[in-house]
């Protein structure tokens, strides 16, 4: 939009808000203006008015808010990759917290003040990614999109990943013959896959390069697999990632969170929780089960579970994952499908023991959805756990639960994304008593 007059104002930054703008004033109106801390005083440009706010952009910092530090990566600002770098970490957790509870009261008519736990510093705040895509820039180097943009910025390094990923990684594969776009996974436990993605005819080129290496020889130290337009060119085409006592095989193209030691924090919480919620046995269903991780990490406290996953590279892992489980497989079902045609299954609603059943959900950032709400309200099993990456989606589908007859027990924050305005969310739900 054309420049005007009024387009610049002066603001002071009230609070941090969902989605990790800063809170100002504007001609009365709330002002979101990303990258500023509460207590800065700043000047900002009006990028687009809606009805009853305006969304801004960092024009200069007047005045430094306390809560405000100098970013550790030298791309922060420009790259998109993070909201919070500029923000004390004690800062970012609160106001995580603080995001979800006005989530919870604002779109879900609900006050869980009462039950909200941290979250807690679990993971190192760099570091922890152990997942990075990557783009090609015009002139060359590899590097990420600029906010609000696609234009892309080169990188020499990305603090949010592993030292060895700066250090070794991303240097051997700028000697591989460039690509469009790549993707490295880690384990954790210092091997890594690199999916490579360009033009068919550097496949030859590809080829050459890596023929030399054996098949128990590495390219390069560490890397377990490299695929081209996703077929392998050599070694595995997936990683075992170690969690809470159990590995998994996980393929290039399945989901897995992407911080290893939140999601270990968040597998010994459930646990936990149903410890001490209900005794051992009865019926686990475990929807968008991804790969299994909870299924099996739960199998031993369930007499049977019933798992699920729309998506096929999930199920194959999954398939795998527990049919190399001696002590769990006989016990796990997976199945592939939408967890709300699963549970309008015939098989499935006639499945024994759903009044005393636990049901476990770990929906992507668009929440259950209501075929799957209503499914749940029709079951009507005695638990219900949900982890959301998205406290809006999360307070909806809370306060539909609890329409449905519901109440909230438990709620805990994960801080699986330092460094960023996203928060992780596990909420445990109990059927309330009839009269």
Known sequence: MSEQKDDIFETEIEKLV????????????????????????????????????????LVELLARGPERRQPLCPHFGSCG?????????????????????????????????????????????????????????PTGPYGLMRRGSHEVIPIETCPQMP???????????????????????????????VLLYGHPGRLRLLKQVLGDHAENEPPFPGCSGV?????????????VVPVAGKKYRVGPHSFFQTNL?????????????????RPPGGLLVDLYCGVGVFSLALADRFGRVLAVDADENAVR???????????????????QGRS???????????EPGWAEACCLADPPRRGLGEETRKALAGLRPRDVLCLSCDPATLARDAAALVHAGYRPERLRLFDMFPQTAHVEALLHLRRAPTA
């Open 317 to 335: 892992d999954a398939l795998n994952n527990v049919a190399r489980d001696r002590a769990a497989r006989d016990r796990i079902e997976v199945r």
């Open 261 to 277: 030691a939140v999601t270990e924090a968040i597998v010994r919480t459930v646990r936990s929780w149903l410890e001490a919620a």
């Open 18 to 57: 969902t989605g990790g703008a800063g809170l100002g004033r504007y001609e009365g109106m709330a002002a979101f203006v990303p990258l500023t801390a509460p207590g800065d005083r700043v000047r900002a440009r009006v990028l687009q008015r809606k009805r009853g706010f305006v969304e801004a952009e």
């Open 163 to 193: 030292d060895a990923f700066n250090t070794t990684i991303l240097p051997w594969i700028r000697t591989l013959p460039p690509q469009e776009q790549l993707v490295v996974r880690t384990d954790g436990q210092g091997h890594w896959l």
């Open 81 to 137: 990759g993070c909201d919070w770098q500029h923000l004390l970490d004690v800062t970012q957790r609160q106001a995580k917290a603080a995001v979800v509870a006005d989530c919870f009261r604002r779109l879900g008519g609900l006050d869980v003040q009462g039950i909200l736990e941290g979250p807690e510093a679990v993971s190192p705040p760099f570091g922890y990614r152990n997942k990075i895509r990557l783009i090609a820039a």
């Open 227 to 239: 695929l081209f337009n996703n077929l392998p060119l050599w070694g595995r085409d997936y990683l």
């Open 340 to 350: 709300g045609r699963f549970l309008s299954d015939p098989a499935v609603v006639r």
